[in-house]
């Protein structure tokens, strides 16, 4: 009489492959999340091109003093209410992804920056980010 059931070697077979897709589907888990937190910088540097537009509306020339425009954000180094840290230069605003401090510390990754041109509102910095 023959017995119903699996063998050893089929339930290895079975758990060798299901680690392999949860490994694959956490590492694709992560880098969503990470492109998500990009939408912080987005806003954020919208609001410093906005902030920009209204500062060489009434002055004539884009400010690089970030702390001459009304938006309240992370510059120098990173706090932890922000995942990005910011700069604004004559015609840019950056957001630089905070790998120490900031928001999440234990982001181990290579910062990446989100860069765009507060004159032509485009988009640049490390690809597959922006």
């Not at 922000?82 to 015609?91: N, Q």
């Not at 630089?96 to 989100?114: D, E, M």
Request: charged content about 15%; hydrophobic content about 40%.
């Amino acid at each position: 009489m023959m017995k119903k059931g699996f063998t050893l070697l089929e339930l290895i077979v079975v758990i060798i492959i299901l680690g392999i897709l949860a490994t694959l589907g956490f590492t694709q888990y992560t880098k969503m999340v990470e492109k998500g937190r990009t939408a912080e910088a987005k806003m954020i540097l919208g609001q410093l091109r906005t902030a920009e537009t209204a500062y060489y509306q009434e002055y004539g020339a884009y400010t690089d003093a970030i702390d001459r425009l009304a938006v309240n954000v992370p510059t120098g180094t990173c706090i932890g209410t922000h995942y990005f840290r910011y700069g604004v230069s004559a015609i840019l605003g950056t957001a630089t992804r905070c790998t120490v401090s900031g928001k999440t510390p234990n982001f181990t990754g290579t910062a990446y920056t989100i860069t765009l041109d507060h004159a032509t509102g485009v988009w640049s910095g490390t690809p597959g980010y922006y």
